[in-house]
């Protein structure tokens, strides 16, 4: 079974930490997530990053990757995150990591 999923925001790789630039039109990722956790209570959060990985070796290009990483830092639809393995990857979907 394929689905098409519209990526909502791309993976960027910066020093030590990767970035994750949220489009515009899915702004509402953000305020769900800090409506749950409170404004200015975003660092240290652990979140669940949902991505396709554009790695060209992947045999299979219709992949996502579950990923968890450390929210260091938010300024509007930027977040900086613990660094991951993934550079100008597709991101799917942004959670909060509840079993954290």
């Not at 910066?14 to 200015?40: H, M, P």
């Not at 990483?69 to 959670?95: F, Q």
């Amino acid at each position: 079974m394929h689905f098409s999923l519209e990526p909502i925001g791309i993976i960027t790789k910066v020093a030590n930490k990767s970035e994750i630039l949220i489009y515009s039109d899915f702004e509402q990722v953000i305020r769900n997530i800090v409506s749950k956790i409170g404004e200015g209570a975003e660092k240290g959060q652990k979140l669940l990053v949902i991505h396709k990985n554009n790695n060209q070796k992947q045999v299979d290009g219709h992949q996502v990757q579950v990923t968890k990483a450390t929210l260091l830092e938010r300024k509007g639809n930027l977040l900086t995150i613990s660094k991951i393995e993934a550079n100008e990857d597709s991101v799917i979907d942004v959670r909060l990591d509840l079993t954290a």
